[in-house]
């Protein structure tokens, strides 16, 4: 199905109000906080038909509903092409700046999964690996049931593994994984950086739920590329 421009324009607003809050979106939610210039009756309409064509679904018995994988593609084509989307603040960047002007990239490691408050890899090269931020991706939301856990405790034991196929296999640049495609999971998103030169290659990644803000993301890592690319 492809959407009409009313319908991509609701799409993002319940996007961005997933991302914000981690709770399903209701017709009344978005015609009360996003100057959307549609009736209630034309946003509940549309919702409806983007629940029929897969793009949100109703997680339990409420009003409201919650993106499915294919709304954050999606949303992965939006901030990819908008730069607006990836913007972050000077301070932001200057943490970023400043934790690479050091020795240390564990300590950078660390600077993005504050900023982030998800997860973050590095692998400086195939036989030296680095993760921080657990905590943070155990404190997010949808991530918080005991089956999750369970499952996102499988991802991490696995982390190596797959970061290692990923600095094989992956492009140079910015690369991000969703759903399916994510070797991590299916229900986690990652994007990450690969740099370096063939045979010295080193990747850093930012690893998330699949409710995953990818232009914050992409953003952060563009700032590492530029400075480690100087």
């Given amino acids: 199905m ?19 809050t981690a709770l399903p979106v209701s017709s009344g939610v978005l015609v009360e906080k996003y100057d959307l210039g549609f009736s209630p009756a034309t946003v509940r309409n549309e919702m409806m038909a983007l629940e029929e064509a897969g793009y949100i679904f109703q997680p ?7 993106p ?3 709304a954050w593609r ?10 607006s989307e990836r913007k972050l603040s000077s301070a932001e960047k200057n943490i970023i700046c400043e934790s690479l002007s050091g020795d240390s990239l564990k300590l950078s490691a660390k600077a993005l999964a504050e900023i982030s408050n998800l997860a973050v890899y590095w692998a400086f090269n195939k036989r030296d690996f680095y993760y921080t931020g657990l905590a943070n991706l ?6 918080k049931h005991l089956e999750t856990v369970y499952d996102v405790s499988l991802a991490i034991d696995k982390m190596e593994e797959v970061v ?3 600095l094989e296999n992956s492009e140079f640049g910015i690369n991000t994984l969703i759903g399916e495609d994510n070797p991590f999971g ?5 994007t990450f950086l690969k740099y370096g030169q063939k045979n010295r290659e ?7 739920p699949l409710r995953l803000d990818y232009g914050r993301a992409m953003g952060l890592l563009e700032i590492i590329s530029e400075k480690i690319n100087k």
């Fill in 186 to 190: 299916p229900f986690l998103g990652t």
């Fill in 60 to 66: 339990h018995t409420s009003s409201g509903r919650i």
């Fill in 202 to 208: 080193a990747m850093v990644g930012i690893l998330g």
């Fill in 74 to 83: 999606l949303w992965l084509d939006i901030v990819s092409d908008n730069a």
């Fill in 138 to 143: 155990f404190s997010q939301p949808e991530l």
């Fill in 164 to 166: 290692e196929g990923l």
């Fill in 68 to 70: 499915a994988e294919s």
């Fill in 2 to 20: 492809e959407l009409s421009p009313r319908q991509i324009t609701i799409l993002s607003a319940i996007l961005r109000e997933n991302l914000k």
